[in-house]
């Protein structure tokens, strides 16, 4: 039987669940709800995002039931997952709502971008009815897992070093200008940097400190646009980087990549060259090698995957609302170090 789907906020990434959901056999999308009046009508033209608009334009919206509210829809009897797409400082709120209406909840990400409060979220789904997961995307974006596998797996020796980047233009696009307003965004900072913070937690653990430096006040009032952060770990030969931002000119697009050095081989992402994103550099090799993984994006993974957990009734271990709050921690510990220029010790 596929899962029962209400969708909570038609923006860019709600209309990207969207159009994942309509194309899964494994789910049905059938409620969903939006504060715009417009949206609410079913018209869920325009709006934006990094990698393309991925409006469901082969579907009529007006065919789901459009409810008045969030609260509204987490009553209906005919929703078995809700799926949080919302402006970030609205998660906590409804996820404990929807949780306490006892649906299952996906929540994007950040979970928030307050410590206590991501934790009193990750303590209210440890006692609900229903599961929770955070779309942490990167988990599950095929050459990000492929690397996931490799340092796991130690084939190619360990990893001497590990860069990842993450860079894109001032998002323009949001609803009342959300995203560009520190408090309810947590700017690049929790909004972009997360990705790649919650994927360095993922592959080499908690670090035992982080030194990070960023600048603002360019697209963000109050907030970090740009950052780089060097994640600290016991392991002293273990280098892991991250550099961050939302400043870059519209003409240059999105970029996200990683290099990683490994004993035996040094593998190099990068999401704008197209057929060869992934590439291998072996040692003894003539010639880098193009590693193929499976055409999909980490956002139809990860739904994909959540449910397939609902399905089996098991709660998903790729990530965990533990996790989710974790991230925001070590994001947090960031920002305390881009504001004091100092090394900022990590305890999760
Ligand atoms: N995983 C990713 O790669 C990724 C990419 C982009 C955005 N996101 C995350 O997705 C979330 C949404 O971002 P977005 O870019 O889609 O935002 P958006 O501004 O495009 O969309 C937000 C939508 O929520 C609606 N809304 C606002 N308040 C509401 C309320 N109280 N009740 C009902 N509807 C309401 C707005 O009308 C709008 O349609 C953010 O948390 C963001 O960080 C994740």
């Known amino acids: 039987m596929s899962i029962r789907v209400g969708l909570v906020g038609i923006g860019f990434m709600g209309k990207t669940h969207a159009d994942i959901y309509l194309k899964s056999s494994k789910a049905e999308l059938v409620a969903f709800c939006d504060s715009d009046p417009k949206k609410a009508a079913g018209d869920w033209s325009g709006g934006g995002g990094n990698l393309g608009d991925a409006a469901g334009k082969s579907f009529d919206p007006r065919k789901l039931t459009s409810h008045k509210s969030p609260e509204a829809l987490f009553a209906d009897p005919n929703v078995d997952l809700v799926d949080i797409t919302l402006p970030t400082y609205l998660h906590a709120k409804y996820v404990i709502k929807a949780l306490e209406a006892g649906k299952h909840v996906l929540c994007e990400k950040p979970l928030s971008t307050n410590v206590k ?13 229903g599961k929770l997961m955070v779309a942490q995307c990167m988990r599950f974006w095929p050459e990000w897992e492929w690397l996931k596998e ?80 060097q994640y600290l770990y016991k392991n002293k030969s273990l280098l892991v980087s991250a550099e961050g931002g939302w400043n870059a000119d519209p003409t240059y697009g999105f970029t996200m990549r990683y290099t990683v050095v ?87």
């Not at 098991?314 to 925001?328: F, L």
Request: hydrophobic content about 45%.
């Open 150 to 229: 490799a340092v796991k797996s130690k084939k190619y020796g360990k990893v001497h070093s590990a860069v990842f980047r993450r860079f894109a233009s001032t998002p323009t696009w949001t609803w009342n200008n959300w995203i560009l307003q520190a408090p309810l965004s947590g700017s690049a900072l929790f909004d972009l940097h997360i990705h790649d913070t919650d994927f360095v937690r993922y592959v080499f653990g908690e670090p035992a400190a982080v030194f990070s430096v960023g600048n603002g006040g360019k697209a963000t009032k109050g907030g970090v646009d740009h950052l780089v952060t």
């Open 117 to 129: 409060e991501a934790r009193a979220v990750a303590a209210a789904a440890k006692k609900a009815k």
């Open 262 to 348: 490994f004993e035996k081989a040094t593998a190099d992402f990068d999401i704008g060259r197209e057929g060869k994103m992934l590439m291998l550099h072996a040692k003894g090799a003539k010639e880098a090698q193009v590693i193929a993984c499976r055409a999909s994006t980490g956002w139809a993974d990860e739904i994909d995957y959540f449910l397939g957990c609902l399905a089996k009734k098991q709660a998903p271990k790729v990530t965990t609302p533990e996790d989710a709050a974790r991230s925001v921690a070590l994001v947090a510990a960031e920002l305390q170090s881009v504001r004091t220029r100092k090394i900022v010790p990590f305890k999760p």
